[in-house]
């Protein structure tokens, strides 16, 4: 068994629901597994065989056993396993290298699921309000995949609720609990929703669709679904497979969908520009080009050029341009000019304009608004040159007489350095990202959002974070000269050339820039 504090990567897990698709046939079972299991290896995907446990003697009412009006007990009386049946299949998933798992619908099956030691629980729609099965379930310790067929978020805010206190690992999965279902009642939006309610949870799609239909996981996958679910069987001379199905072929067509998809949307974060794609754009760039003769150390403005295609190697190009470039030699009407007569640093208005747009797409991205009417200001303790390794960038929201508040934003990789307050009492609260902090020569790595660190006054600290960080500075009231640095280089700088403020994110101020 998984200790408690152990997680389980459920990230692009595949999950084969077998269900009683063995038909009560151990035989017939095993090769259902090992046709899944070519398929696992064939694509280089994760893969569980699901198994569902039930205690027939108990899960069915005795005095309900012949009872035909509901379809589901014949069919569990007439797939019946034993448990030595059962433990053949589990052995078989493991030999086929895959995971086993199982949904169990009484405490009974638990115990089973114990025995076997399977690692993980799967929690079926019908059972995901059943307060007793989920109490059986959170005292096995182990990680837990819910499907929310039926829920509405209500719902599912219970059980996310019931497990968090018991701390139980889960995951979700969007479920629509028809057989077969419709791509009409598919509602895959709900995955984004699930994505951005439960943010800590991982969110999946457990799918019920006719076997040919291959175009939602596609789609499950770019709303943010990393657990993908399906039955499967093996149609045979004896053995039939019902609407919702797949066979060993569609289940191929299925998970090449979800590799299609996943090769679509690329890897998160910025994408890498292809040289074929920088080439092909290049071709349709325009090159500044010369008017008239213009002598070496004499000043070029608009008058003086033109924009024109093909651009030529190591020419200047339109995006480049600026007025008031000297000439690096003497050309004539018709030169191309050289690259080299504009500096390839940015200026200080591009870096400035870079690291707050950088900022702003962090803000969006944890759909924090600060609005427009605001100060922000960018503290470059080495300069705004090194301001990408060194500083934040702090958002002014209240300035009061007793106490203040501030936005705090880093991108990756910044750091801001050792220093101390004399007057000024402040709290951290992270909001999104990582945040890591240093005080008194201790660290606190890797701060998630929602956690809080405050610093006394006198208490030397630094912060900083690997992957981008916002978090709220709730201090008291801000007196000017009161951060005292360590590194003398940066006690020495006047405060002006280690601070660059803008108002309104600098909407009319680059321009005054450098």
């Known amino acids: 068994m998984l200790p408690r504090s152990e997680e389980f990567n459920f990230k692009n897990l595949f999950i084969f629901e077998m269900a009683n698709n063995h038909q009560g046939d151990v035989e017939h079972g095993k090769r259902i597994i090992r046709e899944m299991g070519v398929i696992a290896k064939e694509f280089g995907i994760r893969a569980a065989v699901k198994l569902q446990f039930r205690d027939l003697d108990t899960f069915i009412h005795p005095l309900h056993v012949g009872d035909k009006s509901n379809k589901h007990i014949p069919r569990f009386l007439g797939t019946r396993l034993s448990k030595e049946q059962f433990r053949e299949l589990v052995d078989e998933i493991c030999l086929c290298e895959m995971i086993p798992l199982s949904t169990p619908f009484d405490e009974r099956s638990v115990n089973l699921i114990e025995e076997f030691n399977l690692p993980i629980i799967k929690i079926g729609s019908c059972s995901a309000q059943d307060r007793p099965l989920l109490e059986r379930v959170s005292a096995s310790g182990r990680p837990v995949i819910l499907s929310t067929g039926g829920l509405t978020f209500h719902d599912i805010d219970w059980a996310v609720n019931f497990l968090e206190k018991r701390a139980v690992h889960f995951a979700l999965m969007h479920c629509v609990a028809e057989y077969p279902m419709s791509h ?6 709900q995955i984004e929703l699930m994505c951005h309610a439960y943010r800590g949870a991982t969110i999946g799609f457990s799918t019920h669709e006719s076997p040919s239909e291959t175009g939602l996981i596609g789609l499950a996958y770019t709303k943010g679904a990393r657990i993908f679910e399906k039955h499967v069987g093996v149609e045979s001379d004896t053995h039939k497979l019902n609407a919702y199905s797949a066979n060993p072929e569609q289940v191929r067509s299925w998970v090449q969908a979800w590799k299609f998809a996943v090769e679509a949307c690329g890897s998160w974060g910025e994408r890498a520009i292809s040289e074929k794609e920088q080439a092909d754009l290049q071709s349709l760039k325009r090159g500044v080009y010369i008017t008239r003769e213009v002598k070496k150390g004499l000043v070029i403005d608009e008058k003086d050029v033109f924009f024109a295609i093909p651009i030529q190697k190591d020419q200047l190009s339109s995006d480049r341009w600026l007025s008031g470039l000297t000439a ?13 007569v504009r500096s390839q640093e940015p200026t200080e208005r591009e870096m400035i304009f870079a690291f707050t747009r950088k900022v702003r797409r962090l803000l969006n991205e944890a759909k924090l608004f600060v609005g427009h009417d605001i100060k922000v200001e960018l503290s470059a303790h080495y300069g705004i040159k090194n301001f990408h390794k060194y500083g934040c960038v702090l958002v002014e929201c209240v ?6 508040k501030k936005i705090i934003v880093q991108i990756e990789g910044q750091w801001n350095p050792s220093h101390y307050h004399k007057k000024k009492l402040e709290t951290f609260h992270v909001l999104h990202g990582e945040l890591t902090v240093e005080v008194e020569g201790r660290l606190y790595r890797g701060l998630p959002a929602g956690a809080k660190l405050s610093i006394p006054r006198g208490v030397v600290h630094a912060f900083g974070t690997d992957t981008g960080v916002i978090f709220e500075e709730i201090s008291t009231a801000e007196v000017p000269g009161d951060s005292f640095y360590h590194d003398p280089k940066i006690a020495g700088m006047p405060r002006q050339e280690r601070k660059v403020v803008l108002q309104n994110w600098g909407k009319y101020q680059f321009e005054e820039l450098k």
């Open 399 to 404: 300035m009061g007489e007793e106490y203040a």
């Open 328 to 340: 690096d030699r003497d050309y004539h009407d018709g030169d191309a000019l050289c690259a080299s």
């Open 184 to 189: 009409t009642s598919a509602h895959l939006n």
